[in-house]
């Protein structure tokens, strides 16, 4: 059974740090690509970053955020830095193989979420 596990959401003022990490079990995602969305309140989900041997970021996150994975593990990462207030949502992690990595429709797996909240 495939599962995706993120962890490392929570609570933190506006310019601190957070990692999320996105534990993979059931398969390989060695040719999937890796995504990161997420989902603020009342609104829809947004790709925030990917890698796929490539990496993508949304200009909202470009220069703070830095998407990462360690193979061995089977973990992608994604250290937010500098948070703000309007980062705040609900983190998704997704893997799929998928040839737009910044859509969501192209993801196959899903995790099941976790929360990001900076106060201000």
């Known amino acids: 059974q495939v599962q995706l596990v993120e962890s490392g959401g929570g609570l933190v003022q506006a310019g601190g740090s957070l990692r999320l990490s996105c534990a993979a079990s059931g398969r390989t995602f060695s040719n999937y690509a890796m995504g990161w969305f997420r989902q603020a309140p009342g609104k829809e989900r947004e790709f925030v970053s990917a890698s796929s041997g490539v990496t993508f970021y949304a200009d909202s996150v470009r220069g703070r955020f830095t998407i990462s994975s360690d193979s061995a593990k089977n973990t992608v990462y994604l250290q937010m830095n500098s948070l703000k207030p309007e980062d705040t949502a609900v983190y998704y992690c997704?893997?799929?193989?998928?040839?737009?990595?910044?859509?969501?429709?192209?993801?196959?797996?899903w995790g099941q979420g976790t929360q990001v909240t900076v106060s201000s």
């Open positions: 997704a893997a799929g193989r998928t040839v737009a990595p910044r859509s969501a429709l192209g993801y196959e797996f």
